[in-house]
Every structure is written in structure tokens, then in C-alpha cells.
């Protein structure tokens, strides 16, 4: 079965510039989650749908980053203009849920560098 | 103060040694933690949730002191390949239990 898709897996773009990460989830997941990791604040949740609505944008870090889930399997992470800052990687992860096992299924990542 | 801190480490254990990481959280109404393993480079995995009781899966133990807040994950006779980082994981405070607050992450290295 196929995992979390996401792209690109690397981008190296200059500051200004629009940056948009795409995300497949696992099929019949109803939850999706957008993460960002870096080295000194670790993972940090940016937002989650459940059945393609936000439930929860509380970690989007400023007006420059938006997200989309039109469909079930499909979501855009956008950010507009770019920074240097922004340079992470971006995970999407889906669950089924979450309450009892925990278990996310993560996508392998999209490291973006913002020069 | 941060919802879930960890050493970060590098832990530099030998095979075959005992080693045990710990992780405190700051939300006393947290109901579901876990444990989470990333390769470098790589995407995070579940390696196993913890319980109020405490539990093991093979060569792993994790504990859970719910008066102190804290979580402890035990690593019986390291192998090379259990070198990785291990996130700490709990639901985030006053949201219910689809948000997961991962901590930092300690750094497991198993030399030969």
C-alpha cells in the first residue's frame, strides 16, 4: 500500500518567492496534518484537518502560510513570500485516529531551503 | 516552558548496554503519550505508546509517572540499528486527542 506521498522532496528557492508542498494521504485516513521540523524547536504542528476541513491553524506561523485540503486526497501547504526562516522540512502525516494508538503515518518529508 | 522537554543527547552507549531516556510534559490533563523513532534523515514512526501501567515490547519498556510528568522509555541489550533519535509525544493541552506535541527528540548513538 502506498504511504503519505509528498513533493517535491527538495526545494531551494530565493527569498520572495512562492513556495507551495503538496501531500497525498494514505487512502481513507481522515485526518491530515501539516508539521515542521528544524533543528531548535523540533517538530512543531502547523495545522490539521479532519474530513478535509481545519480544525486547528493555531501553530501557522504568520499570514505568509496557508493550507488547503480540497479533497480527501489532496493538500497544499503555500507560503508567500518566502523566507529564509521558513528553511525546514515539511511533513504531512494522515491517521485514521489519533486518540487511542497514537499513530501518525508520516510522508518522507520536503526539505526547503530559502536563500 | 516548553509542553514536552528531553535530553537531546547524543546518548554513546556500546552494544549490548542498557540505556534509558527520559522525557517530562507540562500539561497534567495529558491522557495519551508515546513514543516515536526517527532516522536521520528520515520520517518519524510510532515505536510504541505508553500506558498508565507501564509496558514492554520486547527489548523496550516504557513507564509513566503521571505525579511527576514524566515518561521514561528503557532500551534493553542496544543493538547498532536502534541508533536514531526518539521523540517524546503527548496530546496537547485543552484540544483533545487528535494534537500530538513532540518534544525535541534524544539522540540514541550504539557504537560496536
Known amino acids: 500500500d502506498a504511504g503519505v506521498i509528498q513533493s517535491p522532496r527538495h526545494e531551494v528557492t530565493e527569498m520572495g518567492q512562492e513556495v507551495t508542498l503538496r501531500c497525498k494521504p494514505i487512502?481513507?485516513?481522515?485526518?491530515l496534518f501539516w508539521y515542521r521540523q528544524t533543528m531548535m524547536r523540533g517538530l512543531e504542528l502547523l495545522i490539521y484537518?479532519?474530513?478535509?476541513?481545519?480544525?486547528?491553524d493555531s501553530g501557522m506561523p504568520e499570514d505568509r502560510f496557508s493550507a488547503k485540503m480540497p479533497n480527501a486526497s489532496f493538500s497544499t501547504l503555500k507560503i508567500q513570500p518566502s523566507e529564509p526562516r521558513d528553511s525546514a522540512v515539511y511533513f504531512c502525516a494522515s491517521s485514521v485516529e489519533v486518540k487511542n494508538t497514537g499513530e501518525l503515518f508520516f510522508g518522507e518529508g520536503s526539505r526547503l531551503t530559502v536563500l | 516552558r516548553k509542553e514536552v522537554e528531553q535530553d537531546p543527547g547524543p546518548f554513546n552507549v556500546p552494544e549490548g548496554a542498557t540505556v534509558a531516556f527520559n522525557c517530562t510534559y507540562s500539561?497534567?490533563?495529558?491522557?495519551?503519550f508515546f513514543w516515536y523513532r526517527q532516522d536521520c534523515r528520515k520520517e518519524p514512526k510510532l515505536l510504541m505508546s505508553?500506558?498508565?501501567s507501564g509496558n514492554e515490547d520486547g527489548r523496550f519498556t516504557a513507564q509513566l509517572n503521571r505525579a511527576s510528568q514524566y515518561i521514561s522509555l528503557l532500551i534493553r541489550d542496544s543493538k547498532l540499528s536502534d541508533s536514531a533519535t526518539y521523540l517524546c509525544v503527548v496530546n496537547a493541552r485543552n484540544t483533545g486527542f487528535q494534537k500530538l506535541v513532540f518534544g525535541t527528540g534524544t539522540r540514541l548513538l550504539v557504537s560496536p
Open positions: 500539561n497534567s490533563a495529558s491522557q495519551s
Open positions: 487512502s481513507g485516513h481522515d485526518y
Open positions: 505508553v500506558y498508565s
Open positions: 484537518f479532519n474530513n478535509n476541513v481545519p480544525i486547528d
